[in-house]
């Protein structure tokens, strides 16, 4: 198999892809548009692309990892325009379902073969190859990336249809949201109560209440500090809009992930857009008041 592999989009997650691939004998040719996150990526062993059909000339398999709907579709051009014999093209990031079947469109219009294979998990999962991969499209082309796959993911599956990858993140993203911010009422809870807030940590993650994101998050809470982000307030509030548009299109009512949109946007309003989303423990500190006992 040709370990070649091309990534556009060096950020928290293609950045740390990029290192563990290099790391399991990959040759990783990335390109980025920010300089810094370019010569950052280049000391860790990735080629640097001048350009994204660089990269489309000289790898059979490139992964997208980017920030905006826009940048994404820019991407997708510039591989349609490189004039390549059909690649297999690895759409990672989290976007609406409509941005997803334009980039399928674009690529498929030029012979290559799109995926939509969003991620489950945050930067600090990516460095850790904690990840889980929701591949979504061509059978025989995830089939190709499987091994791809396994070099920087614990979890990867076929869940058919391109598009039904993006469908099962938002249902993932829809608890994360739900799981993180009833890590931060636990946690005040447990402050109000004068618990060793250390100690719940230890208790309470292992135990039937725990979740990944207690597990993840709490610790944070504990000592307060939320840099650097795993995942930024400011991105998450785009996620969770996603996922809002999706679940009115299935026509189907989320009670509780509505209930948890209000405290994120607080936390934005508090200043902490670039800071983690276990920040919204500070929103709750503020927010939550104590009933009187009667």
Known sequence: MDKTVGIVGLGIMGGAIAVNLIERGWRVIGFDTDAAKRAELAAAGVVIADDVAHVARDTPILMTSLPTPAAVEKVAQAIADS?????????????????????????????????????????AQAKMRDLIVY?????????????LFADFSKQSADLGTFGNGSRMKF??????????VATAEAM?????????????????GPGAGGSRMFQMRAPMMVKGVYEPATMKVSTWKKDMAIIAEFADDVGCVTPLFTLTQPVYTQAMAMGLADQDTASVFEVLKKTIVSTPKS
């Open 83 to 123: 004039g390549q014999t059909p690649r297999i093209v690895v759409e990672l990031s989290t976007l609406t379902l409509a941005d997803k079947l334009q980039f399928e469109t674009i690529l498929k219009k030029a012979g290559h073969v799109p995926l939509d294979c969003p991620l489950s998990g945050t930067g």
């Open 135 to 147: 591949a979504s499209g061509d059978s025989a082309a995830i089939a190709r990336c499987t091994p």
């Open 188 to 204: 005040v809870l447990a402050e109000r109560a004068g618990l060793d807030p250390k100690m719940v940590v230890d208790l309470v």
């Open 171 to 180: 249902v993932a993203n829809h608890l994360v949201a739900i799981h993180n």
